[in-house]
């Protein structure tokens, strides 16, 4: 699981976040919420080690990881699927999979590439052709087999509906819904309400760089005037 206490971040002196404070159990999916710019990318690139914290503690699992590289974060059993997704365009699905298994051999887990082609099929279908040759669709799917097969203990999604179509979201959605059940710990950043409720099982809202609002998905749907006023959306 993840702990997070009084995390201060960001870039150049400047302070984005500002003491944050957030707890993700395993087996739990915290959809981030927040307007523009309040620092949810930050907070994840900051967990993630991509980004060093001025003060703060990070916990996976119990095990202080803030200020640690990420390459170290990662063997911590963290993984990232990235905003923009960022295969490596010149090498095949297959290729992609291969050396993200390769990486992570140091954390043996349940994933492997074979479980990830179960996952999304599509891939499967598509292990010859290179990253750039791959829609959004399919592209958003490999970055989430190369985060799963790092086997990690917490998964930070930093919003995966960005750029696809609806039809496409929903594909993604059954894919992250087909991970229940894993035992893994997730932060969903997603401006996309209605993947954010569908996905998620706790709300945190991120205000002026701190979580000031946390409840289960199921209450924060019904509590429309709380959602108006913390994110600007009925
Ligand atoms: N590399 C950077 N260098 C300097 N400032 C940055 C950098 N990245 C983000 N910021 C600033 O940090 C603040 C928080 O940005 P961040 O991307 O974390 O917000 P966000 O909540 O993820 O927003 P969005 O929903 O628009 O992606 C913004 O004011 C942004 O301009």
Redesign the pocket.
């Known amino acids: 699981m993840l702990s997070v206490r009084d995390l201060r971040a960001g870039?150049?002196g400047t302070t984005?976040l500002d003491g944050v404070d957030l707890t993700v159990p395993a087996g739990t999916v915290v959809a981030l919420l927040?307007r523009?710019?309040?620092?949810?990318?930050?907070f994840v690139h900051t967990v993630m080690g991509m980004l060093k914290p001025y003060s703060g503690s990070i916990r996976i699992d119990g095990r202080e990881l803030a200020g640690a590289a990420a390459h170290t974060v990662a063997r911590g059993g963290v993984a990232i699927v990235p905003q923009g997704r960022r295969a490596f365009a010149p090498l095949t699905v297959e290729e992609n999979l291969t050396i993200a298994a390769r990486a992570s051999r140091g954390r043996p887990g349940p994933w492997t590439t074979k479980r990830v082609y179960e996952l999304m099929p599509r891939l499967a279908e598509r292990r010859g052709n290179r990253g750039d040759q791959l829609s959004g669709g399919e592209q958003q799917m490999l970055a989430i087999g190369r985060a799963l097969l790092r086997n990690p203990r917490l998964l930070l999604l930093d919003e995966p509906s960005d750029g696809l179509a609806p039809a496409v979201v929903d594909l993604i959605a059954g894919v992250l819904e087909g991970l229940r059940g894993e035992g893994i710990a997730a932060v969903l950043?997603e401006?996309d309400l209605h993947l954010a409720f569908r996905l998620a099982d706790e709300v945190a809202v991120m205000q002026k760089g701190r979580i000031v609002h946390r409840s289960s998905t199921a209450d924060f749907r019904q509590d429309r005037r709380r959602a108006h006023s913390l994110l600007g959306v009925g």
């Open positions: 870039y150049a984005v927040g523009n710019g309040v620092g949810k990318t930050t950043v401006q």
